[in-house]
């Protein structure tokens, strides 16, 4: 049976008999240019092309499903073939108009390219191209999904589609142009077709409505719109579906029950759980949405499209470009981008799409969901983070009243720093020792033959200062103007190394033992269990550095030796003398706002620069 045309008032759409009944889809679909909806660019340049008679031998219709390519293709054709034409209004009567609708007209071929994929079918095509139309003006190929042809297939092609005969056109259609080789694009005059306005699927599926009788709430229409994403026959389906439950009244109730959606209530209430930073509400919501029969997946899309308009009125767009929400829900959608801020908004958009793209993976997509929840709900506020950290850049004093720091929520305590490690003056190690009963020291022999070594002994410290994952730097701090005896050797490498910063003074603060072997030479001792810390010494820049710090601290030429310690593992210590720089950097991560930015980035300490000592030259390494 012919296709009814969506303009032929003489048969109405809702007296169909259920034997002939054709989708509505294909019973809609558009019989003329004029009734092409969001391809308007497409329509006026083939109707041009028809009046000034610049018919082209080849077109390409590229875009994505159900924007209407095929449906131009026929048009095309009828335009071209109508027994009142060419002309770029078929006339939708004769008997060819009526056989190109119906798909059935032998002068118009409509070839399924993922069938037909292959060269021999090719082949069968160039022995065919030379017989003429049997009745039409024009033999027409329309191959679907063209991009499914195989390599050899396309060359075959070539020749035929550059130079055919006069009375052969063809129309390429297909949804992957990026899949069509350049030699083929080249040849083709190439249309795309855009997804079409959610306000113009709206109009005609209510256009559609009234044809089959058929009440349905404007929302409701919505909804399908939103939901097809530019694809006008996607919306059709849906419609179809809800056709097909045979009530006469369309609701919303009914949409979300068919596309197993939350309603608008239930997610503006989740977006309220998860601004107040409220997990248990947040999982609660979930769970009833979830029994209400609302699919996990298509909630968290419905959230990630709600939270891209929230991004979007954050960083000022007009309410016409918001796509997800109606016109009841912008001023919600406008508070939550308030209250939330950009940064936090994007940091929750990042946990949706990654909560959404596990789903594929996992066969427990409910937890999954609600871990994506409550990570949400424990993000703080980065948008004052934000103007800290610029705050710090221009050098600003931290006080616990910095601007944009109060809409900050309460931090979780991941992090506190208790105990500053003590500071010794270097007049009061004199000879091995260390004044205020803190730290003993003692001579021993050398395990390594040869000259005394110094070994300190201290109760551990409780370090508050996390080791950086990259170079840890830090000030550089005045020459502790040491001899190098046997006395002083174990604190002339403490200070050198506690110089260094970052790892490589964490590599070389493990060893526990040092002697001197006349007249200039260190020898430095690691235990066994810190044999890695000691190579990492032994590289080449590190060396270089630790011997220029030495000769400093020294007054004179000093010589290095590293070496693995013989008498089993001593556990490390720390040094006695910590130099004033390292106190003050523990001091600044005592500073409430820096340990709160630590804390949310699982950030550590790597340097403490004052406001200008970089550009000045102050021997900090950058």
């Known amino acids: 049976m012919a296709e009814q045309s969506f303009t032929d008032p003489a048969e109405p759409h809702g ?47 590229t875009g994505a499903r159900g924007t209407g390519k095929t ?27 009526r056989s190109i609708t119906a798909g059935d007209d032998m002068d118009v071929l409509e070839i399924d390219g993922a069938s037909n994929r292959g060269i021999d079918e090719i082949r069968q095509l160039r022995q065919n191209v030379n017989v003429r139309p049997s009745r039409a003006r024009f033999k027409v190929y329309i191959i679907d999904e063209v991009h499914m042809l195989t390599k050899e297939a396309f060359n075959a092609l070539l020749k035929t589609l550059e130079e055919p005969p006069d009375h052969v056109k063809f129309i390429f259609c297909t949804t992957e142009p990026e899949k069509i080789p350049i030699t083929i694009l080249s040849r083709c005059q190439r249309f795309d077709f855009a997804g079409i306005q959610t306000s113009q699927i709206i109009r005609r599926l209510g256009q559609i409505c009234a044809g089959e009788g058929v009440q349905a709430e404007p929302e409701s229409l919505e909804i399908l719109a939103r939901r097809a994403a530019g694809s006008m026959r996607d919306s059709q389906s849906l419609l179809e579906q809800l056709l ?87 001023s919600a959608v406008q508070s939550a981008a308030k209250q939330l801020g950009l940064e936090t908004i994007l940091a929750i958009l990042q946990i949706l799409d990654h909560t ?65 490690p003590p500071t010794t003056s270097a007049s009061s190690t004199q000879n091995g020792t260390a004044t205020g009963g803190h730290a003993s020291s003692s001579l021993k022999p050398c395990p390594s033959g040869g000259g005394i070594h110094h070994e300190l ?45 970052g790892l490589a003074a964490d590599n070389a603060l493990q060893a526990t033992m040092a002697s001197v072997v006349p007249p200039n030479q260190l020898v430095v001792s690691f235990p066994k269990k810190y044999n890695f810390a000691k190579q990492l010494c032994e590289r080449p820049d590190t060396m270089r550095q630790l011997l220029e710090v030495l000769s400093q601290n020294a007054l004179g030429q000093v010589r290095l030796t590293l ?52 550009n000045q030259g102050s021997g900090v390494r950058n």
């Open 244 to 330: 097909a439950f045979g009530s006469q009244q369309i609701t919303v109730s009914d949409v979300h029950r068919l596309l197993g959606t939350a309603g608008s209530e239930r997610i503006a209430q989740i977006v309220v759980q998860l601004i107040a930073r409220n997990s248990a509400g947040a999982i609660t919501e979930l769970d009833q949405a979830i029994g209400q029969g609302v699919d996990v997946g298509q909630l968290l899309d419905q959230m990630l499209g709600y939270f891209r308009d929230i991004m979007a009125t954050a960083v000022g767009c007009q309410p016409e470009s918001l796509l997800h929400v109606s016109a009841s829900e912008q």
């Open 71 to 97: 449906s131009s293709a026929r048009i095309f054709a009828k335009a071209l073939n109508c027994e009142r034409g060419p002309t770029p209004t078929p006339c939708n009567e004769c008997d060819i108009c």
């Open 356 to 420: 959404l793209s596990r789903l594929k993976y996992v066969t427990y997509p409910r937890t999954v969901a609600e871990l994506g929840l409550v990570r949400i709900c424990q993000l703080e506020d980065l948008d004052a983070l934000s103007q800290l950290i610029a705050q710090l850049r221009q050098g600003a004093p931290l006080s616990e009243a910095s601007p944009g720091a109060g809409a900050m929520p309460a931090a979780k305590k991941k992090y506190e720093p208790s105990v500053i």
């Open 563 to 614: 070496q693995v310690a013989d008498d089993g593992p001593v556990e490390p210590v720390e040094p006695a003398r910590v130099s004033s720089t390292r106190q003050r950097l523990f001091e600044v991560c005592r500073q409430p706002f820096v340990r709160r930015t630590m804390e949310v980035f699982d950030a550590v300490a790597e340097r403490l620069e004052e406001p200008g000592v970089r």
């Open 15 to 61: 007296t169909v008999k259920a034997a002939e009944y054709i989708v509505v889809a294909r019973r809609y679909r558009p019989q003329s240019f004029d009734e092409l909806i969001g391809q308007e660019h497409v329509a006026k340049g083939l109707a041009a092309a028809i009046a000034a008679s610049r018919v082209g031998h080849a077109y390409l219709f």
């Open 457 to 501: 002994h201290e109760p551990a410290l409780e370090s508050s200062l996390p080791v950086g994952r990259d170079s840890v730097e830090l000030p550089s701090v005045q020459p502790a103007n040491l001899d190098l005896t046997p006395e002083t050797a174990l604190l002339l490498w403490r200070e050198s190394a506690a110089r260094l910063g």
